[in-house]
């Protein structure tokens, strides 16, 4: 029997919560939950005292006492391993940048349908990323913004998933040959290439060929 991707939920609203708790448990081959929680600081709480630690935390924004930004700011501090994606009915992008900036995993619209959700946990579980149509284009524009404010020659923005997809890419590698020896989809290639292209201030993956030999990448990856 595979092992089931463990689920916490943080959402003030109770009927949503319960929509939520419905849709994880509806797919229980695949997920457990393995708790839920009406506030960030309720979460923190509740998560530090479970003897195994949620893998994907859906979190909501707009929240009482301690909100979604703050709250995935502490997860990631207390249990880095923890991967979130924000739930909302926002798609603004002051929002959106924010939880990017404190390491959000995905971003999803409460109206999206359940085959949707169980689809973004299960990227972000096997380590992609998974932003909902309705917010895919304001997703790169943060990006693009947020990668104005980072060293684009600190070669620490990129993470071990990122590099690994970029070392393959300067092999001349298809998406799906990538997807393949990477054990993803190519799906989450395709993302990991925007993330690449966004974070090293490159407009094509030819570009992240010139990023790479500017940073004598060649040799390390």
């Given at each position: 029997?595979?092992?089931?991707?463990?689920?916490?939920?943080?959402?003030?609203?109770?009927?949503?919560?319960?929509?939520?708790?419905?849709?994880?448990?509806?797919f229980n081959e695949?997920?457990?939950?393995?708790?839920?929680?009406?506030?960030?600081?309720?979460?923190?709480?509740?998560?530090?005292?479970?003897?195994?630690?949620?893998?994907?935390?859906?979190?909501?924004?707009?929240?009482?006492?301690?909100?979604?930004?703050?709250?995935?700011?502490?997860l990631k501090q207390l249990f880095p391993k923890i991967k979130v994606i924000a739930l909302t009915m926002h798609n603004q992008g002051l929002h959106i940048k924010q939880m990017l900036k404190e390491g959000v995993h995905g971003y999803v619209l409460k109206d999206c349908d359940k085959n949707e959700l169980k689809d973004a946990i299960l990227e972000?579980?096997?380590?992609?990323?998974?932003?909902?149509?309705?917010?895919?284009?304001?997703?790169?524009?943060?990006?693009?913004?947020l990668r104005k404010e980072l060293n684009r020659k600190d070669v620490s923005i990129l993470s071990p998933r990122?590099?690994?997809?970029?070392?393959?890419?300067?092999?001349?590698?298809?998406?799906?040959?990538?997807a393949d020896e990477l054990c993803i989809s190519v799906r989450t290639v395709e993302t990991h290439k925007q993330n690449l292209i966004s974070k090293t201030g490159s407009n094509s993956v030819a570009g992240l060929v010139v990023f790479a030999l500017k940073n004598n990448l060649l040799d390390e990856l």
């Open positions: 029997m595979k092992k089931r991707i463990q689920i916490f939920i943080v959402d003030d609203h109770q009927l949503v919560r319960e929509g939520l708790i419905s849709i994880v448990t509806e695949d997920f457990e939950l393995l708790g839920t929680a009406g506030n960030g600081i309720e979460a923190i709480n509740v998560i530090g005292e479970l003897s195994s630690k949620p893998e994907v935390v859906l979190m909501d924004i707009n929240m009482p006492r301690m909100n979604g930004m703050e709250c995935t700011k502490k972000v579980a096997e380590g992609g990323t998974y932003f909902s149509k309705g917010v895919a284009n304001e997703v790169m524009m943060q990006f693009s913004q990122e590099k690994e997809v970029l070392a393959l890419i300067l092999k001349d590698r298809s998406n799906k040959e990538i």
